[in-house]
């Protein structure tokens, strides 16, 4: 059976030089601690992984069979939700309390992760940069742009500790000039401009997709969403 993404991700950072596992003896924590997972470029980044495992089709499953009933829609065969509604406002606000729904847990990381860095810095001693990596094996009704507005909602918030998300999704293939390409799928999702990690995150990201195998593809956006995304599914 294949290792997880979890496991080949975890992996592949331990192997970086410039890394720091905080699971090995060296590093103490008190009971009560909620430590993060590594430290990168030299312990100015303190990063928390986070994998999506909880498939969210049946929160759609359920809010559709909800809404039907209570429209007394009698519906035959596979229609398209939108056809569900008259009112196209009504049909947006229905898609928006689903994404809300569906990336619950997303602000739910978030926060545990910012958490675990803050205890993380203030028990080592260290001002770094807080870094989240969240990792999507299979779940593809998380496409990447979703949850990437979701986390930008959050660290829209302040205060707060994390200054980057990147997103592995091995669950989504990204389009590039109407081609399919790139397997495995890093973004940043949201940083802190002119931030003197930028230019490792972009190494790092480089250096997944060559661990992989993969063309690393820089595409840079302020909105994620626009990005179109397939699921592999």
Request: a negative charge; glycine letters at 4%.
């Amino acid at each position: 059976m294949p290792d997880s993404l979890e496991h080949r991700f975890t992996e592949f950072l331990k192997s970086l030089p410039d890394s720091e596992w905080l699971d090995t003896p060296e590093f103490f924590f008190p009971p009560g601690i909620r430590k993060a997972d590594f430290l990168l470029h030299g312990r100015k980044i303190v990063a928390e992984l986070k994998t999506v495992t909880t498939d969210q089709q049946p929160k759609i499953d359920r809010r559709l069979e909800k809404h039907v009933e209570e429209a007394g829609i009698v519906v035959f065969g596979t229609v398209a939700s939108t056809q569900l509604f008259r009112d196209p406002d009504e049909s947006d606000r229905f898609h928006h309390k689903i994404v809300r729904d569906i990336t619950r847990n997303t602000e739910e990381m978030c926060r545990s992760a910012n958490d675990q860095i803050i205890q993380t810095s203030q028990h080592l001693g260290i001002d770094a940069a807080g870094l989240l990596i969240i990792l999507n094996e299979n779940i593809v009704v998380l496409d990447p742009g979703v949850v990437a507005y979701r986390v930008c909602e959050y660290l829209n918030k302040k205060p707060r500790n994390i200054d980057y998300c990147l997103l592995v999704f091995e669950s989504h293939e990204v389009s590039s000039d109407g081609i399919r390409q790139n397997q495995m799928l890093a973004i940043r999702a949201c940083s802190t401009a002119g931030h003197l990690a930028d230019g490792y995150l972009d190494l790092l990201m480089r250096r997944w997709a060559e661990h992989n195998g993969a063309e690393y593809i820089r595409q840079q956006t302020q909105d994620p969403s626009a990005i179109t995304y397939h699921s592999k599914c």
